[in-house]
């Protein structure tokens, strides 16, 4: 059952809907050329009301992230851009999303969604994670790094490949948050109060919110970890992860923050 206020889950439901057009593609973004997504098209400050809008507009459009995780000889590839401009062809290298972390990335989102956390699964919402390590798996990649020289591809994949691994996602990215708490209303409050969401690979479902910390809440790692890289994820209704999503199957993908690879700009301003 969800947590999210009543008046806004009935504002916001959507009857179940079978779209003939919704089909899993999980090519890389030069094999299957769809229109991408860019960050410009989604402003900070939106109403619930518009955040819905605008994610049904992405959906419609067929617009997908920029150099998007891809399925290469049954492993979940991304390609790695150390640059947010758009159009590079030629990534500094790959690395691989183990299965079980696509699942839990899954899992986390449809779990937010059930208990009312979050509500969309793109950037103005349950759109980015980041990736956190332990302390003591730091210590031990340091080690590592100093005995066998590990390359920056190679830390990476460790980090990736690290089974305690955990998800800090800042949900409601873009809702606006009136200063007021009487002006937020209850909807608003209770989304600002369980926008830090931490999901780990080991037991998915087991997502927590962490405690409110006033203002706009944003988190950020807890003590005895640290951030060591982020993803972006938006839905489309072609794509390669499929997602339940308030009554419709959706698929979404992942992408890679290098410089800011995933949701790219159009005009290299760097922002």
């Avoid at 690979?201 to 640290?226: M, Y």
């Avoid at 390669?240 to 159009?266: E, K, M, Q, T, W």
């Amino acid at each position: 059952m969800s947590l999210l206020p009543l008046a806004a889950a009935a504002l916001l439901s959507h009857a179940p809907v079978a779209a003939p057009d919704v089909a899993q593609d999980c090519a890389s973004q030069w094999e299957s050329p769809k229109p991408i997504h860019f960050k410009k098209e989604l402003p900070f400050d939106q109403t619930l009301e518009e955040m819905d809008r605008r994610f049904e507009e992405l959906l419609a459009s067929g617009r997908r992230l920029e150099y998007r995780g891809f399925r290469r000889a049954g492993r979940f590839v991304l390609p790695y851009f150390n640059t947010n401009l758009t159009g590079m062809t030629t990534p500094m290298y790959e690395v691989v999303f183990p299965d079980a972390l696509v699942d839990a990335i899954r899992v986390h989102a449809e779990t937010a969604f059930a208990r009312g956390y979050a509500l969309y699964p793109f950037f103005s919402d349950f759109g980015h994670g980041h990736l956190m390590h332990s302390d003591a798996f730091n210590a031990a990649l340091a080690e590592r790094v100093t005995r066998e020289g590990l390359s920056g591809q190679q830390q990476f994949q460790a980090a990736l490949d690290d089974p305690d691994l955990k998800i800090l996602y800042h949900a409601s990215e873009q809702l606006v948050f009136p200063g007021d708490a009487r002006a937020r209303g209850e909807a608003i409050e209770f989304l600002r109060k369980h926008r830090n969401i931490v999901g780990g690979v080991r037991e998915p479902a087991a997502i927590v919110a962490l405690p409110d910390l006033g203002g706009v809440n944003t988190a950020g790692a807890p003590a005895g970890w640290s951030f060591g890289g982020m993803f972006y994820v938006s839905a489309a209704r072609q794509a390669c992860v499929p997602i339940a999503h308030r009554g419709r199957a959706l698929y979404f993908d992942i992408g890679l923050v290098g410089g800011v690879a995933g949701l790219s700009n159009d005009d290299g301003d760097g922002n």
